[in-house]
């Protein structure tokens, strides 16, 4: 009963990872790279106003420092989507899923830096190992990578960094977690409508010029990608083992493999797919290896704090 019980709690975890894998696909059926701000600001307008019904309560009750430091946050989140949407649709969706990965190995790493303390052997050694992955997955030593794989790499990097900032701006320590999301998300998405005009079309030209198929895969992002993630991860965070929900999300870069290669026709030489099972092995290790004994609760703040971040990548 106890198996089933798990088994049943783990499949909407396992859900939110596919759907992730899947959103670098997507990410490339609606936007180009003279689109990707008026698509950004496309998705996200749509999702404020259901966020903001639903968090509407909380916000109200925001202080000024809660407000100012949301919005420094969704600043840098801002970056994350520009690095990673731009990037995305300059690479596979295949390099794309299996590169952003990195953040699983860059956060512990920039963690123990900022505490100085050491981390396991085996985790550095994982990550050693993710950086020969990527090498291989993105030319091998005999191509430079692409400007998506560099774009992607960044954003790999930002992500890390708006990680780190949520989980020491004191001003939000006690803040609701979906009010933040909303104030971040808003934020960026500000950011994005001011910048559209000057980046290409603006947002309703481009939704205008949107068929059935892309509204379809523009929906698939706004209400599963986000959504959707952002629900199931505030109730799995606290309705199971976090480590569990961390193990389980880490499969996003083997689903946005599987999606890149079966449907969006992605081709991996050898050493390419030697990089990316490299990239996939060097990040399930890390994982576990940064999850000890005495960690658990540790893992519970992380992922509460990556929520916000996690909830809609790509």
């Not at 709690?9 to 899947?22: E, I, K, T, Y």
């Not at 109200?60 to 994350?80: N, Y």
Request: aromatic residues 8%.
């Amino acid at each position: 009963m106890r198996t089933s019980s798990s088994f049943l709690r783990d499949v909407p975890v396992l859900l939110v990872a596919v759907v992730w894998g899947s959103s670098f696909l997507a990410v490339q059926q609606v936007a180009e790279p003279e689109t990707v701000v008026a698509m950004l600001v496309l998705r996200f307008g749509l999702v404020l106003p259901l966020l903001g019904v639903l968090a509407w309560r909380a916000l109200r009750g925001l202080s000024r420092a809660e407000w100012l430091g949301g919005a420094l946050l969704g600043l840098v989140l801002g970056g994350v989507f520009l690095l990673e949407t731009y990037g995305a649709v300059h690479t596979s969706a295949t390099n794309a899923g299996l590169i952003i990965s990195l953040t699983m190995v860059f956060t512990p790493l920039a963690e123990s830096a900022l505490t100085r303390t050491p981390l396991p052997r085996a985790f550095l050694a994982a990550a050693g190992l993710a950086v020969v992955g990527v090498a291989l997955l993105t030319g091998g030593g005999l191509k430079a990578p692409t400007v998506g794989d560099l774009l992607v790499l960044g954003a790999a990097v930002v992500r890390t960094v708006h990680v780190l900032a949520m989980a020491r701006v004191r001003a939000i320590e006690e803040t609701d977690t979906l009010a933040l999301t909303w104030v971040q998300l808003a934020t960026a998405t500000v950011v994005f409508a001011v910048v559209a005009p000057i980046a290409g079309p603006l947002p309703w030209t481009v939704a205008a010029s949107y068929g059935p198929t892309e509204w379809a895969w523009l929906l698939h992002l706004t209400l599963l990608c986000t959504l959707f993630a952002f629900f199931v991860q505030m109730w799995a965070v606290r309705a199971t083992s976090p480590s569990r929900v961390s193990l389980l999300l880490g499969t996003e870069p083997l689903w946005a493999a599987v999606f890149g290669i079966t449907l969006a026709g992605n081709h991996l030489g050898p050493l390419a797919l030697l990089g990316g099972a490299l990239v996939l092995l060097a990040t399930e290790w890390g994982r576990r290896s940064a999850v000890g004994k005495g960690r658990d609760e540790q893992l519970a703040a992380e992922l509460d704090v990556e929520v916000e971040v996690e909830a809609a990548p790509a």
